[in-house]
């Protein structure tokens, strides 16, 4: 898969997970005014959570690569990609840990979902805009310190 290739799918892949995200606080705003079940919530966060899961995955699998070849700092974006999704994987493996607790109130699932939908806008800008540029993920290579005569 080229480069370009590998960009165009992620990024359609970051557009599809925003329309998860606006449907998840579209939620959350109606389980706050009484208008949506906790458990509808818990079972949208439930099929993110699973989306994300398969996205790191896609990413790992072709994206760290892509960043590896890259450029002389492609080793540096990668390791920052991996220990991203590390930290990431933490965060999903505790948010669903709660999601499950039916003892949860209502109230802190909403919470939760709030941080993860800000985190995850966040963290999809910054990955878009430092590893996913055009001038990162190119279909032509770049030499680093090439003689021209």
Known sequence: MKPSEIRTRNLSDHERLRGDLDRLEA?????????????????????LLVRLQAHMHWE?????????????????????????????RELLDFLNARLRDEA?????????????VALLRDDMREEESELLDERVLRDDVVAIAAETG
């Open 60 to 88: 790992e699998t072709y994206l760290l690569p892509a960043l590896r070849e890259a450029d002389a700092w492609g080793e540096e974006r990668a390791e920052r990609l991996a220990r991203d999704h590390r930290e990431q």
């Open 104 to 116: 949860q109130p209502a109230a802190l699932v909403a919470r939760d979902v709030d941080h993860l």
């Open 27 to 47: 939620l959350v705003i109606d389980l706050r005014a009484g208008r949506a079940a906790l458990e509808t919530l818990r079972l949208e966060m439930e099929a």
